[in-house]
Structures are given as structure tokens and as C-alpha cells.
């Protein structure tokens, strides 16, 4: 049975946790925000970027096919880039890119998996479950300062691991945010670049190229794959903001809800006391006056 | 009223520039590609350099880095790494990065890093075609 004192206590430690979670939940109002107006402004890119790869791969025709980058690897190894979180209290975010993680190692059996990661809880995760190499963990710069360069450096380091020939093909496991409330642990597919040739679109012969298709490509590809990287870093970190404000904002609440509660709790045991207390002294008064 | 192409050059964080041209000179990477209104389909690299365009009679020019360009149906759309109009570049900054690249150049010539130069090189670049940028704009009147 808890005394008076203990619920007061109670009822404002609650108190203070209910401020911290609710600045928390702003703080990460904000930053969402932030990111999804970045993550809006970077579609006209990334748009351009595939429809041009489109149209370049349909003047290359057959010749496409000859392109090593648009080809497996001729490695056995599989590369597979796994975007997490560098913080926790965000909900289900990591667990649930853990499940999915774990449902892809199960529906690929034998596959020699290596890992590139980002975020530390999914470093920790991955070095604590074993069983698959962690070829790489992109600790610097955060992937909460992502921008561009970032993505760049990513998109190169990838594209490198996929060209030194170790591995058939280069996969990205990232958070993709569909909605404020739906956010859904995607594996993607990175390298090789399969290209949507936009076919229907007026014939690719009549464009003039400048310099010429193939150069033009090499240039293109790389760029196309940084903006693949930028998206998924994007949507991974905009997720986790999304979870991270809705499980702080389940916690206000929650905080609330066991805040009332102990509030009643207390009001009701000092309102017994003070019924007992009076009882007491009206007994002992007319006891007295009995005498 | 001569007839306008719509350019507009878009970079990943934001579209920098939408405007109604009646001719553009793009830094192509094999020279300069000047486009007039109803240019031909044309898909192009773009490299380092000062975009120049005639809005209203008057030549303006920002910078763009390496991308492409595309023409159809009258719009030239660019897309590029980065792009800034004049106003937005910091010209002390663009002469302080000139000067760390000729000194990383010059140390470095010696020592013989080849990746360290090539990057050194790409910054110098970088830095005198944004102070081209500024200095050149607003200069130039075109009679049309």
C-alpha cells in the first residue's frame, strides 16, 4: 500500500517523463518535416534521371547487354546494404527491419551475405547475430547530416564493391515510408542497374546525342544510382522519424492516461484520511460528552 | 514577340531555375551548345561551368556542375549535381577554395598523389567557373 507521499512522488516523476517525451515527440515533428520537404524536392531529380536512363538504354539497344553493370557479377556473394537507426526510442522502426532481415537471409538460404550498414543499432544487431559478415559500417558522417555528398560517397563505395567482381548482385534493405503511419522494411534491388527502358516513347533513334550513347551513359549510371542511394537514405530516415514521433506520442499519452490515474488514486486515499481523521475526532467529542 | 523555350534546371534539393529563354548556351563537355526556341530532340552531357541564357533582352548566367541537358518540345531542362544563381554564390568563398586548390596542387606535384591532384584540379575548376559566374553577369547586354 502506497502512502500519500509515494503517490505524490509518483504522480510527478510521471509528470516529468510526460515533458520529456513530449519535447522529444516535437523535436522529431520538426525534423520529419524536414526531411519529407527534402525528400519532395529531390523527386524532379530522380525523375529526369530514370526517364533519361530510359531513353538512353532504348538507343542502346542490344548493346546494352554488353554493359557489365547491367549484368550479374561473376562473384557467388551477395552485398547487402541495411539502413537502420543510429538511436533507439523510436518504436518498432529497427525491430521491424530486423524481421524483414531475417525473413530475406530465410527465403535466401546458403547465400553468402555481406554486409554494408548503416546506423548503429543495426551494427550492433548484425555483429550480435552473427552468421553474415559485415564488410562495412558507415559510421561517419551520421545519417542524420545526409545530403547529397553523402549518398554519392555510398553510391560509390557500392558501385566499387559490385565492379571488383566479388559479388552477383548488390541489395538495399531499407525502411520505405509509405504514409505518416506506414512505413514498410523494403529489400531493394541496386546492382545490376536494371534499366525501364521507356519503350512507347517516340523511337530513341531521332535524338541527338552529345557527345555520344555510350559516353553519355557512363555518365549517367552513376548518377542514377547515387539518386537511388539518396532516396532510400531518405525514406529510411524519414521513417524512422515518423515512428520515433509516434512512439514518443504514444508515450505522452500513456504518461497522461497513468497520470489521471494515480491523480484519482491519491485524491480518494486523502479523502479516506481526512473522513478518518474527522471520525475520529467527532468519536473522541462525544465520547467526551457522554462522560 | 520572338518565340521562348522554357529552361529549367533542376539539382537534387530543388528546381534552381524556371524561366522563359529566348536562347541558352549550355557548357557541353565537348564545348559550348548554344539552343534557340523549337530545337531538335537532343540529349547532352553538361560540364562544369556557366549556363548563360537570354531572359527579356538580358544575358544572365548562373552555375551549373556536371549533369545533362535535355531538349523535347521546347523545354530544356538541366539536370545537374548543382546550380546557383549569382546571387547565391559566395565569391570570397569560391576565391578561398581557388586558392586552397593551387596550393594543394602545388604541394602536391611534387609528393606525386594522383587522386589528391585530380580532386585539387576539380575544385580549382569549380572555383573560377563560379567567379566567372558573378563576374560575368549583368555585363553583357544582347541586342535582339
Not at chain 1, 117 to 138: C, D, N, T
Not at chain 1, 171 to 200: C, D, N, R
Not at chain 2, 15 to 32: E, F, N, W
Amino acid at each position: 500500500m502506497a502512502s500519500l507521499r509515494d503517490l505524490r512522488s509518483r504522480i510527478k516523476s510521471v509528470g516529468n517523463i510526460k515533458q520529456i517525451t513530449r519535447a522529444m515527440e516535437m523535436v522529431a515533428t520538426t525534423k520529419l518535416r524536414r526531411f519529407q520537404d527534402r525528400a519532395v524536392a529531390s523527386r524532379p531529380y530522380a525523375q529526369e534521371i530514370a526517364q533519361l536512363l530510359g531513353r538512353l538504354s532504348a538507343a542502346m539497344g542490344d548493346k546494352l547487354a554488353g554493359e557489365p553493370i547491367f549484368r550479374p557479377g561473376p562473384g557467388k556473394a551477395v552485398a547487402l546494404l541495411v539502413i537502420g537507426s543510429d538511436r533507439g526510442l523510436c518504436g518498432a522502426y529497427n525491430s521491424q527491419l530486423f524481421a524483414a532481415f531475417e525473413r530475406w537471409i530465410a527465403a535466401n538460404p546458403g547465400v553468402d551475405v555481406r554486409c554494408f550498414v548503416y546506423g548503429k543499432r543495426a551494427y550492433q544487431y548484425l555483429q550480435k547475430r552473427g552468421g553474415v559478415k559485415i564488410e562495412r559500417y558507415f559510421a561517419e558522417p551520421p545519417l542524420e547530416k545526409l545530403d547529397y555528398r553523402l549518398a554519392k560517397f555510398t553510391a560509390k563505395a557500392l558501385t566499387d564493391a559490385f565492379n571488383s567482381g566479388e559479388y552477383r548482385e548488390v541489395k538495399i534493405l531499407y525502411t520505405a515510408f509509405e504514409s505518416m503511419a506506414k512505413y514498410v522494411p523494403t529489400a531493394m534491388g541496386f546492382l545490376p542497374v536494371q534499366a525501364a527502358s521507356t519503350a512507347g516513347d517516340n523511337s530513341a533513334s531521332d535524338v541527338i546525342l552529345e557527345p555520344n550513347v555510350e559516353a553519355l551513359l557512363g555518365k549517367l549510371v552513376p548518377r542514377y544510382l547515387e539518386t537511388r542511394i539518396y532516396n532510400a537514405l531518405l525514406e529510411s530516415i524519414t521513417s524512422e522519424y515518423a515512428s520515433r514521433r509516434m512512439a514518443m506520442k504514444n508515450a505522452t499519452d500513456a504518461a497522461t492516461d497513468m497520470q489521471s490515474l494515480l491523480k484519482g488514486v491519491y485524491n480518494r486515499r486523502r479523502q479516506e484520511g481526512i473522513t478518518k481523521d474527522l471520525l475520529d475526532i467527532v468519536g473522541g467529542a462525544e465520547a467526551l460528552r457522554g462522560k | 514577340m520572338a518565340s521562348l523555350l522554357t529552361l529549367r534546371v533542376i539539382t537534387p534539393d530543388r528546381i534552381v531555375l524556371d524561366a522563359q529563354a529566348s536562347s541558352v548556351r549550355i557548357p557541353g563537355v565537348d564545348g559550348s551548345i548554344g539552343i534557340l526556341p523549337r530545337h531538335a530532340h537532343m540529349v547532352a552531357a553538361v560540364d562544369v561551368g556557366p549556363l548563360r541564357y537570354v531572359e527579356n533582352g538580358q544575358e544572365k548566367a548562373l552555375f551549373v556542375s556536371e549533369g545533362f541537358a535535355e531538349v523535347k518540345n521546347n523545354t530544356l531542362r538541366v539536370v545537374c549535381e548543382a546550380g546557383e544563381l549569382p546571387e547565391e554564390i559566395d565569391e570570397a568563398r569560391a576565391k578561398e577554395s581557388e586558392k586552397r586548390a593551387r596550393e594543394r596542387m602545388a604541394g602536391k606535384k611534387s609528393s606525386g598523389e594522383p587522386v589528391d591532384l585530380l580532386r585539387a584540379e576539380l575544385a580549382l575548376r569549380r572555383a573560377l567557373m563560379r567567379q566567372q559566374v558573378t563576374s560575368g553577369y549583368g555585363r553583357q547586354r544582347v541586342r535582339s
